[in-house]
């Protein structure tokens, strides 16, 4: 199984400032863990810079303008109290879109099966109109709507298993029956979105509400039980994963109590639904995940199960 792993320096360079949980030290972290050594196998790609069209997929036009227009020439600008730009943010952002995109046409042209996109600023928070919770644009709606444009699909499902619930990436897919968003996430927590009665124009939203502390009996029972049965009854026909990690036991933002092996669990799950649904056609994003030891094992986990290893090469 050839698995692409997508990324791109200049990602390290959206300087979020001292103190701040996504910082660049989280790229060089999942660096750190998917290093060449260990995982000989994978077939790396730098990512090309996203176009303000293809921005706009997921966002409207003046959004996109907007954005480009708040980066700073020098120091740092707050578009929000959590989400931050400087100078670097430019190139950053649309590498991070750029490198979903890029994986899409990757996983449709036959040159990879699966993909793993290694980037940041996160996207699931980033709304049509707005920036939130450190995400300004959403790199995993623009992959989705991507497909649909240039390689003629019609279902594309985003399943993402962040902590936190993914509002922007709702919000775009709410009242489009062909498009599937299925959240895990810890309830209550930021932003205040995703309750479960919250299903979207044909019950195309599902929201898996996990209590504090539920940990992984919980987690797998709710994606068992609920989640993967409406993936796999939505057939759709390429699979986006928002691949964040900041669910884990060791992560200081949340306390949703799950491990290492919970991560290889779902990804398994989601990739035997690619497998049946989509020709295994399956391209994940990093989101969340602020513990660097945390993000570094639970990385290690999923991209080896993406590799359809066990553990690392």
């Known amino acids: 199984m050839t698995t ?22 989280r790229l060089r972290a999942v660096y750190h ?27 409207s036009d003046s959004y996109v303008q907007k954005v480009k227009a708040a980066i700073p020439a020098s120091g740092r600008r707050n578009l929000d109290p959590d989400t931050v730009v400087s100078p670097g943010s430019a190139e950053a952002t649309r590498r991070a879109a750029g490198a979903v995109v890029a994986a899409v046409d990757a996983i449709f042209d036959g040159t990879a099966d699966n993909a793993f996109c290694a980037v940041r600023p996160p996207g699931h928070h980033a709304e049509p109109d707005r920036p939130m919770g450190f995400c300004l644009f959403n790199n995993a709606a623009i992959g989705a709507l991507h497909a649909r444009q240039a390689h003629g699909v019609r279902r594309v499902a985003v399943v993402d298993f962040d902590v936190h619930h993914g509002n922007g990436t ?27 009665h919250e299903t979207g124009v044909a019950d195309n939203l599902v929201n898996l509400c996990l209590e504090p502390t539920a940990g992984s009996a ?16 939505f057939a759709p026909e390429l699979i986006i994963i928002s691949a964040g990690f900041d669910g884990h036991e060791r992560d200081p933002l949340a306390s949703l109590s799950l491990t290492d092996d919970d991560y290889g669990w779902i990804t398994a799950e989601i990739m035997k639904i690619a497998t049946e649904c989509c020709d295994g ?18 990385t290690r986990v999923h991209v080896s ?3 359809g290893t066990s553990g690392q090469e």
Not at 41 to 56: G, I, N, S
Not at 177 to 187: A, I, R, T, V
Not at 218 to 233: C, E, H, I, V
Not at 281 to 298: F, K, W
């Open 4 to 25: 692409l792993f997508m990324t791109h320096t200049d990602c390290l360079f959206h300087d979020t400032g001292g103190g701040h949980p996504e910082r660049p030290d």
């Open 170 to 196: 709702q919000a775009r897919f709410r009242d489009d029956p062909d498009l599937m968003y299925l959240s895990s996430h810890q309830w209550p927590l930021y932003p205040g979105t995703g309750a479960a």
């Open 281 to 298: 056609r399956l391209v994940s994003v990093l989101e969340g995940g602020y513990d660097l030891d945390a993000l570094q094992s639970a």
């Open 33 to 59: 863990a998917i290093d060449e050594d260990t995982y000989p196998a994978l077939r790396r790609q730098q990512a090309p810079l996203a176009t303000d069209a293809q921005l706009a997929l997921a966002h």
């Open 218 to 233: 919980a987690f797998r029972a709710a994606w068992s039980d609920t989640g993967l049965p409406k993936l796999r009854a």
């Open 305 to 307: 199960t993406l590799q």
